[in-house]
């Protein structure tokens, strides 16, 4: 089985897969680092500024529906990713998968992203709006119905420290929990 963590960049889909695969004896693979790949491992920025975001998109693409052969790991998404077709496509119909939305407000991501000063230097912004809270609400709200309808679970981490994120987590891994749900929200 695999877990795919999806949400907004500062979700935490990093740091709770890590946890999460250390948790579940699994390993732990990023789609960003598995793209960067395709690009002697440059920056997003770095990549996007000599290529195009465009060329970034199409190997997001085929390094996702690449980890998506492999069992026993918990992926983590670029916030994007899904916002592909062909990614977006292979995400909702992998096999012995759960996908779980790890949700928080966008102030809550704004507040993350701002604390995290590798940020602004290896990730590109996604808008004219460069970054802010604006930019975020924007983004979000495109990707949020996508991110809703793919997950089958949804956990809310505003507000919650790495434990008990992963307590969520698990909460929600089939065969690891009681419930599906996170928050009781329906997923697609």
Do not use: C, H
């Given at each position: 089985?695999?877990?795919?963590?999806?949400?907004?960049?500062g979700s935490g889909k990093t740091t709770l897969?890590?946890?999460l695969a250390g948790r579940l004896g699994y390993g732990y693979v990023d789609v960003d680092d598995a793209t960067r790949e395709a690009f002697d491992n440059a920056t997003i920025a770095e990549i996007w500024r000599r290529h195009g975001e465009p060329a970034?998109?199409?190997a997001e693409v085929e390094a996702t529906v690449r980890l998506l052969e492999s069992d026993n790991q918990v992926i983590g998404l670029g916030g994007g990713t899904l916002m592909q077709?062909?990614?977006?496509?292979?995400?909702?119909r992998a096999r012995d998968a759960v996908r779980i939305y790890l949700h928080a407000p966008a102030a809550v991501l704004h507040e993350r992203i701002a604390a995290d000063a590798a940020t602004a230097a290896t990730r590109p912004s996604l808008t004219a709006l460069g970054g802010s809270l604006a930019e975020i609400e924007h983004v979000l709200a495109e990707r949020e119905p996508v991110y809703r309808a793919v997950a089958d679970a949804v956990v809310d981490v505003a507000g919650l420290g790495v434990d008990e994120a992963l307590a969520?987590?698990?909460?929600?891994?089939?065969g690891r929990g009681k419930g599906r749900r996170g928050d009781g929200?329906?997923?697609g």
């Open positions: 089985m695999n877990v795919i963590l999806l949400g907004y960049r897969g890590r946890a970034w998109r199409r077709p062909g990614a977006r496509q292979a995400v909702a969520a987590l698990l909460a929600v891994v089939p929200s329906q997923g």
